[in-house]
């Protein structure tokens, strides 16, 4: 008897759990923490007066970290080391090495090829110009081995000394960025793009998110929207107001300039039902988020969302 009267309450909680289910399968808006800040992808963007709270690191990103500068490799035609080294230097090393050599050959000593000395002062002089030799080819080789910037020796070399606009790669490391001044038509674009780029989400149209995200976010809108599509709902965003943003960071790394600000912005989101219409998930009632965009401009072109992440 009691079982029987446990059914219908079993009921309902399988039902209710069934809900609960759906109901975190069709979140709303995207939470992205996903897309490339360049060089400082993998490092927070410092807090602001906009967003005290850190931001959350970027799980998706097709920035690989520790990506470095590729260094130049010496041709197979043209082996390395000191008596290689074509110029005054080479031969005057390779002189030296071979009438050392043949002075050995002949019981003369080192030097025995170059002056028949055979006291102990060509010994002396022997043993320090050995030496001397020695500690420069290593010195050399050293210098040889380490990584090499990728714009050693060219002309953008003495481009870079000129504009210091564009940065310089040190020896083996990723090239460095610069900081920059935004300029208030740029603060405008971002709050422009912001709500452009919520509205064209809304209505499903990659076409128009195409246009102000990089590539790498337009693919992880195209798997939210096709996620959504599979589970017959639509993510509707309206009313977008962006509260208060501020610079966190901007600098420029070669032809790119980079701009992370933090936002907070309010907007009616909701989850409807693709077929029917019925509301999903939200309400009319407007709600707050607070996140991190960074955007990225190349060379003479617009800004374009090229990272979203959360706060901690």
Known sequence: MFSLRLRPLMAFLAVAALLVFVTVEVIAAPRMNSGSR????????PPTATSPKAATPIERSMTQPGTSIARPTTPASQPGGLFNRPGLLGGLAAGFLGAGLIGLLLGNGFLG???GITS????????GLVAIVATLAWRWWQRRSQPASAFAGGPAMRDMAVNDARPRASFGGSIPDA????KPEDFDEFERTLGEVQTAYSNEDLGALRLRVTPEMLSYYAEELAANASRGVMNKITDVKLLQGDLAEAW????????TVATRYQQIDKVLDRVSGRLVEGSDIPDEGVEYWTFRRASGGPWLVSAIQQTN
């Open 38 to 45: 360049g060089n400082r992808t993998f490092s927070a963007p």
């Open 113 to 115: 090829g170059l002056a």
């Open 120 to 127: 102990f002062l060509g010994l002396l002089l022997q043993v």
């Open 179 to 182: 900081p920059i001044n935004i």
């Open 252 to 259: 420029r790394e070669g032809d790119d300039d980079y701009a």
